[in-house]
């Protein structure tokens, strides 16, 4: 398995642009997890989904934030209009069996809003 | 509430033990979970340890959990520039068959000197 592929890697975008990132979990995974990294606040858990429900979204910052899963094989977490307070990095992860074996995370999308 | 500390910076010389200290505050977590980040990366499981153990080891990693102190640690021998990273201890609280969230640390960057 390739593992968690998040796209794309790097983005640079304009305040007031809508931003979507995107990610494919390992096959076979059940549970879904957006995370943001920043070196304030660390990393953020932002929602999680199980078979492709949202649980907790808890942690999506504002209404400008939100994040989909048409199917178990792909997701997105999209921001509109972005900010600069937006830049960060954003992980996806996914696990299975409630995540007791830890979780696989994605390599990452670094956002950057000017 | 949840929350886990670790210490931000440690610094260490090759061929040297490093220490990676953790608390966590849910007496209730059943496993606990330490993650390496290596730069530009996502994040890497390295260990996990079920809170009825108090110890375990794979090959250069040590884990070592104190549950009454809420206490836990990763020790790695022969340390090596390779090692330099940022660690993250992560626990689920209140896992009980259903899905918990990782709550993480802010990491510690271990910096291994030549």
Known sequence: ?114 | GEDVEQSLFLSVREGDSSVINCTYTDSSSTYLYWYKQEPGAGLQLLTYIFSNMDMKQDQRLTVLLNKKDKHLSLRIADTQTGDSAIYFCAEIPNYGGSQGNLIFGKGTKLSVKP
């Open chain 1, 1 to 114: 398995d390739a593992g968690v592929i998040q796209s794309p890697r790097h983005e640079v975008t304009e305040m007031g642009q809508e931003v979507t990132l995107r990610c494919k979990p390992i096959s076979g995974h059940d549970y879904l997890f957006w995370y943001r990294q920043t070196m304030m606040r660390g990393l953020e858990l932002l929602i999680y989904f199980n078979n492709n429900v949202p649980i907790d979204d808890s942690g999506m910052p504002e209404d400008r934030f939100s994040a989909k899963m048409p199917n178990a094989s792909f997701s997105t977490l999209k921001i509109q209009p972005s900010e600069p307070r937006d830049s960060a990095v954003y992980f996806c992860a996914s696990s299975i069996v409630g995540g007791r074996y830890g979780y696989t995370f994605g390599s990452g999308t670094r956002l950057t809003v000017v």
